[in-house]
């Protein structure tokens, strides 16, 4: 990965913690913190989800949810990407996304 790509990634990730922390949640990049390999993209108080940040034009999916899925230890694996002029979007399995919605309707 060039310089530029890694750049992109880590402006990418303070983006990300920054949007969640304008919705209340806690938030901050992982790697600035930690720099380990095996550190959080975005380390939050969000229980129970793992993210993996990408901040690309072509976004391997695949190859991403895998790598959220190897890293997510149990959690729940969330892609979130966005490409140039495009809005953030989280992709994760069906059936998380079904479990999060009977919770939030529980009320």
Excluded: C
């Excluded at 975005?42 to 993210?51: I, Q, Y």
């Excluded at 391997?60 to 966005?82: E, I, K, M, S």
Aim: no cysteine.
């Amino acid at each position: 990965m060039g310089a530029m790509s890694k750049e992109k990634g880590k402006v990418g990730e303070r983006e990300v913690a920054a949007l969640l922390r304008g919705r209340g949640i806690e938030a901050r990049r992982g790697q600035q913190f930690s720099g380990g390999d095996d550190s959080p993209d975005v380390v939050h108080s969000m229980e129970g989800l793992h993210l993996e940040v990408k901040r690309t034009e072509k976004l391997q999916l695949w190859q991403a949810f895998a790598q959220a899925d190897t890293d997510a230890g149990g959690n729940t694996p969330v892609v979130v990407h966005r490409a140039n002029y495009r809005p953030w979007v989280a992709i994760l399995p069906l059936g998380a996304l079904i479990e999060l919605w009977k919770k939030a309707n529980l009320k």
